[in-house]
């Protein structure tokens, strides 16, 4: 009973609206289940194993974050450091990297200790500089000091590179968690980490529905040769509405400040999918890893996250939040 | 003490293996579950010892015992006791070699026992990035066990993770390819032959290693 109790306490201490957002989850994924289903189905013939892989995937994404964020800023940080580690890590697994730069891997992964620790002792001013200046500064004199100056500067500019993109950027997600209630948040930071999470997701799944029934015209074919401008236009507008529409029940968004972010976000979710898939075709990849299985690597997953978590968090910053 | 490798294996040397490679194997289906059976992979660190013992499934990995150099893991008392008994290596006196002493004796005791023996057929870490010259044990102890599949296995990357002569391990991703059992045909030439092409190929389908 007392567990019982507990639970029930538990979850009556979250903001409702989260409550419900993390249900709308629950319910979409049902119905992607669904018709999953039925059209294996409806066709025997055809292959459904990855659609099905790729839900089951995000069955379980989904669990894990939500129990994060429901769980707290602690959790919710320490999940983040992880997404980060596993992406840096696939990163510099595949990036050009020379032997001697041991030292240099490791001190990127010091790097990523130091930037989440910023964020766990709420100091944003410290997490704001320490990774574009100091490790921008301090990685290339370590590689310096290890003595191989041969392909220096690429080798810098991939540590950079991949220390912004899968660990300062992804990180302003976790910093959101530490927003304080009197900002007036409908639905707690988590509901802005949710919202974060849910619109940037949305674009991708979005984009890619809208380009499989209607695509035609192909947008990016040298870098991208799936992307079509029906599935970014789509994408762009179903996003864009769901922000107009759900936005004020997660963030203090309000007005032009929401326009502006309905507007904004979808096109950064699409530059950032864009942008890394130039990155896996230099380093000749097709997929970071198989580490979600249908989808690839986690930096697969988390690709257009690395463009909208920023652009979210500063425009959030502008326009509704006082703390940052 | 089966129970205290056993729960090493699964509840510390499995969660390293994940942190410090990712584990990203392909065609786990392929791995030995029941002894007698042999897996063969390349070897450029400790660390493949590691993944290896950290990819079979629970059920199975009480069976799985690395072949490992007598020379260089009982040199010391603790070194040695946490080699036997944790790794659960297979000790082979490889210095030993060709003085007319049955170095491979306990690799086919191990066998005989319903073991899954590992073996590393280079006989000592490479650098990582070429398959060297491979060792004919492996062939003999398929002779003495024509019914042990061989499973080949590429592992890619564990070099970098952590090279020979190196202390500190540096996380990167590291692919494990398994590929289909090869069986005893009966001659060792040609068996040594197959294994190697069978290496070659898996690693032909390993991600590329952008490392110089």
């Given amino acids: 009973m007392n567990i019982v109790a507990a639970v029930r306490a538990f979850f009556a201490a979250q903001p409702p609206t989260l409550l419900i957002g993390l249900a709308g989850v629950v319910a979409l994924l049902s119905v992607a289940g669904a018709i999953a289903t039925v059209l294996t189905a409806l066709k025997p013939d055809r292959d459904y194993r990855e659609l099905r892989q790729r839900i089951a995937s995000w069955w379980v994404m989904v669990a894990l974050l939500a129990g994060a964020l429901l769980l707290g800023w602690q959790v919710t940080v320490l999940a983040f450091a992880l997404v980060s580690f596993m992406a840096l890590r696939e990163f510099l697994s595949l990036a050009p990297i020379r032997k001697e730069d041991r030292p240099a891997i490791l001190a990127a992964y010091l790097a990523l200790v130091a930037a989440y620790g910023f964020i766990a002792a709420d100091k944003y001013m410290f997490y704001l500089v320490f990774i574009p200046v100091w490790a921008f500064l301090g990685l290339p004199f370590l590689m310096a000091m290890l003595g191989q100056t041969r392909g220096f500067l690429t080798t810098a500019a991939t540590f950079h590179w991949g ?10 997600a976790a910093f959101l968690m530490r927003t304080p209630d009197s900002d007036r948040l409908p639905a707690g930071a988590a509901g802005l980490v949710f919202f974060l999470l849910l619109v ?28 079509t401008w029906e599935g970014f236009l789509g994408g762009w507008l179903a996003t864009g509405l769901l922000i107009w529409f759900a936005g004020p029940l997660f963030t203090p968004l309000a007005g032009h400040g929401l326009l502006v972010v309905a507007v904004a976000l979808p096109l950064a979710g699409f530059a950032g999918d864009v942008t ?16 979600i299985p249908g989808h690839g690597g986690v930096l697969d997953r988390a690709d257009s996250l690395t463009f909208t978590a920023p652009l979210y968090f500063h425009l959030l910053a502008l326009f509704a939040l006082g703390k940052f | ?29 392929r791995l030995p579950l029941k002894g007698p059976a042999i897996v063969a ?44 008994h944790v790794i659960g290596i297979v000790p082979v006196a490889r210095l030993k070699a060709g003085s007319g002493e049955d170095v491979l004796a306990p690799a086919r005791a191990a066998l005989a026992a319903g073991d899954i023996v590992v073996v590393f057929p280079e ?51 590291c692919a494990v ?20 092409a069978a290496l070659l190929a898996l690693k032909d389908q390993a991600p590329p290693l952008r490392w110089s």
């Fill in chain 1, 163 to 172: 220390l912004v993109t899968c660990v300062y950027n992804l990180g302003f």
């Fill in chain 1, 200 to 227: 940037t997701e949305f674009n991708d799944v979005a984009q890619y529905v809208f380009g499989k029934l209607l695509g035609r015209h192909k947008i990016a074919p040298t870098v991208s040769p799936n992307k």
């Fill in chain 1, 276 to 291: 890394m898939s130039a990155v896996k075709r230099d380093i000749g990849v097709k997929d970071t890893s198989h580490a």
């Fill in chain 2, 1 to 29: 003490m089966g129970w205290l490798r056993f729960l090493l294996l699964v509840l510390v040397a499995r969660p390293l293996a994940l942190f410090l490679t990712g584990a990203d194997v392909t065609g786990r289906e």
């Fill in chain 2, 41 to 84: 992979a390349n070897h450029s660190s400790h660390v493949d010892t590691l993944l290896l013992l950290a990819i079979f499934p629970s059920r199975a990995v009480a069976r799985v015992r690395p072949v490992a150099a007598a020379d260089y893991f009982l040199r010391d008392p603790v070194i040695g006791w946490f080699s036997r």
């Fill in chain 2, 123 to 173: 006989g000592t870490r490479g650098d990582g990035d070429q398959l060297g010259q491979l060792k004919g044990g492996v062939a003999r102890l398929a002779e003495a066990f024509p019914e042990a599949p061989v499973t080949p296995v590429w592992i890619q990357g564990a070099g970098r993770v952590l090279p020979k002569g190196e202390a500190i391990p540096a996380p990167l991703n």
């Fill in chain 2, 177 to 196: 390819l398994v590929g289909e059992p090869l069986d005893w045909e009966g001659d060792r030439p040609a068996f040594m032959a197959r294994l190697r």
